[in-house]
């Protein structure tokens, strides 16, 4: 893990959640210079029997093992978060209440806490004591066939888990802040499917008069992903910028379609579309990779999860900050039990 920066130093998190969302929001405040302490349920977090998968979205916290159906435990647990800024936890709506970690009742002890609830459907939605997981959300926000028509596939990431996650972390970073000059605490209610219905979006509007777009339906010639001989694929991006298609097909041998406009590429959609996949599929991947980069074509070879690794150095962290001091690795169960925030004896 990277080595923390010093903008959130301070900051008393304790991460009730288990997982991805929750777990993956603490994650990055962590390199920001956050003390994240983990409580994790008897027998651990479920995500450890996913090891590689735990790791990313825990290393540099600490774990203490509580069961909140326990008397004891649960009053640790109510001192642990009178003690903390933030509060992030990812149950059902209403399990923390039969738990005795009500929002209400941690706010007793703590008023100035940010209590963050991340969940399938939030707290007052219909839906909200509908069970699920990552691949419900998005087929509720509309994220596995946003044009209509059947869903191909279920997408490799789980989208709903990482963008709530996400989007938890931004709204404590903006709750944090304006605590700062009000005093106040802050409720941050995250429904997975309403922040993937936000990059759905809404319904689109209908063309203006006269426009000649193809429907979402038709293929953007020079648009998507396309196979190449070696079983390789390569995903090209041009929309309807004059300068890449020229390019593109200069550099496919296509001279004789470089000069359509965007309205009749479009127009001819599927059999231009073709014409582009056939040049290509004749060609290797990444020597066709790198002669469309060479002359500026918004070109990208197809990458798994090793060739993305063998590509380039991995960021530790999604934002390029400057980043110091000593890193912490992924905690043990219950390796810090007695431990209280700003407590350590391992850094």
Known sequence: MAAT??????????????????????????????????????GGDPMRHYPGLFAGVNEGKRSVELDLKDADDRARALELAAQADVLVEGFRP???????????????????????????????????????????????????????????????????????????????????????????????????????????????????????????????PGYGLFPTIDGGQVALGVLNEQHFWVSLCHALGLGALADLDFDERCRRGHEIQHTVADAIVAQPRDALVARLAAVGVPVAPVLDRQGMLAA????????????????RPVPMLDQHRGQGFGESTDD
Not at 5 to 33: C, H, K, N, Q
Not at 161 to 169: E, I, P, R, W
Not at 180 to 189: K, P, R
Request: proline share 12%.
């Open 5 to 42: 920066a010093a903008f959130l130093s301070g900051l008393r998190v304790l991460d009730l959640s288990i997982w991805r969302p929750g777990p993956y929001a603490t994650s990055l405040l962590v390199p920001l210079g956050a003390d994240v302490l983990k409580v994790e349920p008897p």
């Open 94 to 220: 209403g399990v923390l209440d039969r738990l005795g970690l009500a929002e209400a009742n941690v706010r007793t002890l703590n008023p100035a806490v940010v209590y963050c609830s991340i969940s399938g459907y939030g707290r007052h939605d219909p839906r909200a004591l509908l069970p699920g997981h990552d691949v419900n959300y998005q087929a509720w926000s509309g994220a596995l066939t946003p044009e209509g028509g059947p869903a191909d596939r279920i997408p490799p990431l789980p989208t709903a888990d990482l963008a709530a996650g996400l989007t938890a972390a931004f709204g404590i970073c903006a709750a944090v802040l304006g605590r700062v000059t009000s005093g106040e605490g802050a409720s941050l209610d995250i429904s997975m499917t309403d922040v993937l219905a936000t990059w759905t979006g809404r319904a689109g509007a209908a063309p203006a008069p006269g426009s000649t777009v193809a429907a979402p339906s038709a293929p953007t």
């Open 312 to 327: 380039g150095p991995f960021p530790p962290f999604p934002i390029r900050l400057p980043l110091s001091g000593a890193a």
